[in-house]
Each structure stands twice: as C-alpha cells, then as structure tokens.
C-alpha cells in the first residue's frame, strides 16, 4: 500500500516539481541574490601609513615592522619625517601617522612609557583602528619588558639574567588570548539560518502531499473502494502518512545538502542532523491529519496546509529571526520549525545528540500532540 502510494505521488509531475524542483531554483536563486550578504570577512581596505623613527633605534624599528607585518590589514608603510608624516595624514596622501619619538628607546631601557602618536586621515576606518591596537600591543610589550629589566639590574643581577628576564618579559603570553571561533549554540550563520529556514517551510507544503492524495481518491470514490477491501481505515491513513513521512524526508535532505553546498554552511554531524530531519518531518507530517479531518475537499485542504505552512515558517523564523516575551516566546519555542532552526545551530556548533534533546523533544511532542486532536476533532470529510 505505501509502495503503492509513493509511485502514484513520484508519478506527479507537480508533486516532483513542488517537492524538489521549486526549492532547489529557490535556493540558486537566493545562493545569487544574498551571495554578499552575511558574508564573514570583514573587508578591510589596504592602508598606507606614513611612518617616522630614528634609523638607530631597534625598538623603535621593531614598531614599525610588527605594524607592517602584521596579517589582518594590508598595510604600505612609507618611512619620513614627523613634520611629513603629520602632513601626509592631514592631506589624505596616508591614511594614518605613526610617529614614534626619538629617544623612543631610551625611555624604554630606564623604565619610562614614552608616547606614540598617531594621525588618523579624513579617510579612517576600522582599519586603522586595528593598527592601533597593534602598536598599544607591541609599545605595552616593550615597556614590560624594559620594566622587568629595570627590576632585575636593581636587584643586581648579572647582565645575562637581565637580559633573559626582560626577553621573558616581552615574550610573555598576553592576558587575552582571540581567535576565531563557532557562535554558540542556537545561533546559526545568516546563511545556515536561510538554508534552515526554507527547509522547513517547504516541508510544511511537502508533506502535505499525503492529505491531498487522500482527498482526492475520497472525491473520485477510490477511497470507498480501498475501503471495501480487507484495509483497516488505520492502514490506510497510516499508508497517506507514511508517504508524506518519505517525501518529506528526501525532499528536506536534498534541500539541506543543496543548501550547504550553495552558501557553504557546515549543520555539523550527520547523524544529528538527520535525527533532527526526522523529529521535524514527523512533526510536519502530523499536522496533516489534522489537516484531513477538517477539510472536505483537496481545494480546502491547499489552502489550509498553505497558510499553516506560512504561518509556522515565519513565526518559526524561515524568512527572518522572531523574538517574542512571555507567552508569545512559548508560542515561538514550540514551534518545530523554530526548533528545527536551534536545532541545527547546536549541531553546527559541534553539538550532539544530547545537546539537539531539548529541540528534538519539542517537535516529537508537538506530533504527540496533533495526533492526539486528530482523534478528537470529527472527520468532516467523512461525512461529506
């Protein structure tokens, strides 16, 4: 009977096309569309620093040259004076001075903190703000160094040791340490959140599939006859169900691989996500019965199984995050394709089956829950 049923609904071109064809140009298109936005480089511009230091100071050097080696920021360091460097700032021809003083290494030896200055042109951005943080990093460096050498040679320690002490010093790991990271759980990339998102709409419409075929052998009077042969209602409902389950399945794992292969979205592991694709295609498929003992006809079971399908993708965050306070929060947080979405942004996180329980339990009780109104509302069509 499933077999039966799923051939009848591969058959359909406009299941096939719906199902598939019309996710996957959606997401080609989007893939164009949003190819700039959510985008994790910063793009940060090349800059040109104009830059004055004494020739003969190697501290004052080492500045210059941890500025210019540096690789978050492409930088063009142009050697001048002070008077030119300011000059070069101020008409635009540098993006920023950098001006360290003369007897920059000498105050460092005797313990003192001298001053950096830097210009930042009419043209200043966030790259330059980089760069200053670098040169405060590297100036603090140096000047604990020279402050543990200055301890150590009134201690009076041989030269060597004091020497040792200070490189410790100025080589010492720093007391924040970034790098680039994972967001935390529940929280996806604009791109995964996208990719997520349209995956689960477009299950509410799959799955729905299994109603309207129901529906439509009840109109041609096929049911009757399914019906007088020896099939429990039971079997055959759990027949339409068991299809939708299917395409459901197939279709959310085509769009998801689809998807992370388009915008370069990495759900984590396998095995999680598709625990996930079940618990949702399950939450999914139960509200079609729901659907089916409403309705009369495939006509009304469209429209309906399309405004649920709208109203759960966008209160669920398929087009744009919701937030929501008190009980409209806890209308949000059952929603299976708000859980589907965290989700997935815990198993991109490196997440596993235990993290993904909350949400997995969210959508297996949402199904729990819908099967059980299926039995309790009246079957309209029944009776038509």
Known sequence: ?????????????????????????????????????????????????????????????????????????????????????????????ADMALIVPEDFGGSLRSGSSPTVQVVQGDGAGLETDVLISVVVGVVDQLHAASVAAAAAGSAGLPPDTIAAIGNQAAAGAPALILKEGQASDEQLSFHGTLVAGQAGLFLMFTVGFGVLGLLAEREEGTLARLKSMPLGHGTIMASKAAVGFILGVAATGVLLVTGSLLFGVDFGSPLVVGALTLSVVAAATSLTF??????????????????????????????????????????????????????????????????????????LVFAGICLVIARIIPDRGARA
């Open 1 to 93: 009977m499933i077999l039966k049923d799923l051939r009848q609904r591969v058959r359909d071109r406009s299941v096939f096309v719906f199902s598939l064809v019309v996710p996957l140009a959606l997401m080609g298109v989007l893939s164009l569309v949003t190819g700039g936005f959510g985008s994790d480089d910063p793009g940060l511009e090349p800059v040109t620093v104009a830059a004055s230091a004494a020739n003969d100071d190697q501290l004052a050097i080492t500045v210059l040259d941890t500025v210019e080696s540096q690789e978050v920021v492409d930088v063009t360091l142009n050697r001048m004076s002070a008077d030119d460097a300011r000059a070069a700032a101020g008409s635009g021809a």
């Open 290 to 363: 729901i659907v089916a003992r409403m309705v009369r006809t495939a006509e009304q079971a469209n429209v309906a199984q399309s405004i649920l399908a709208m109203v759960l993708g966008i209160a669920g965050g398929a087009f744009f995050p919701i937030q929501g306070s008190g009980f409209a929060q806890t209308l949000l947080d059952i929603n299976p394709v708000g859980a589907f979405i965290r989700g997935l942004g815990i198993s991109a996180g490196g997440g596993g089956l235990a993290e993904v329980g909350a949400p997995i339990t969210v959508m």
